[in-house]
Nanobody, 124 residues
């Protein structure tokens, strides 16, 4: 069992930055990699960024160059630095854990556990 807690969401204006954090706890954490998804109202959950099991980072095209996924100071924490935010980035952001091959890390069905989500709202 893995527990995930996201934090850091909020309301910002377009062009500003936010950093989200996801703290994981539980058993067998080292056998998982972590990633971020987001879900806007009326839309499906979509991939944002993730680490592969070999610790490479992958990004959805619309966030490349603006978002950075990184490990926090605590080994079981992953951050998502979001710069140059746009209204289209408005969503609930979720972190999850997976054991997927690289070709599957963008598929939310490959994630075993999810956090409760944190709201990010970007005003124009």
């Amino acid at each position: 069992q893995v527990q995930l807690v996201e934090s850091g969401g909020g309301l910002v204006q377009a062009g500003e930055s936010l950093t989200l954090s996801c703290a994981a706890s539980g058993s067998s954490l080292s056998s998982y990699a972590m990633g971020w998804f987001r879900q806007a109202p009326g839309k499906e959950r979509e991939f944002v960024a993730a680490f592969s099991l070999s610790n490479n980072a992958y990004y959805e095209d619309s966030v490349k160059g603006r978002f950075t996924i990184s490990r926090g100071n605590a080994k079981s924490t992953v951050n998502l630095q979001m710069n140059l935010l746009k209204p289209a980035d408005t969503a609930v952001y979720y972190c999850g854990v997976h054991r997927a091959v690289v070709s599957a890390i963008r598929n939310p069905n490959m994630y075993y556990y999810w956090g409760q989500g944190t709201q990010v709202t970007v005003s124009s």
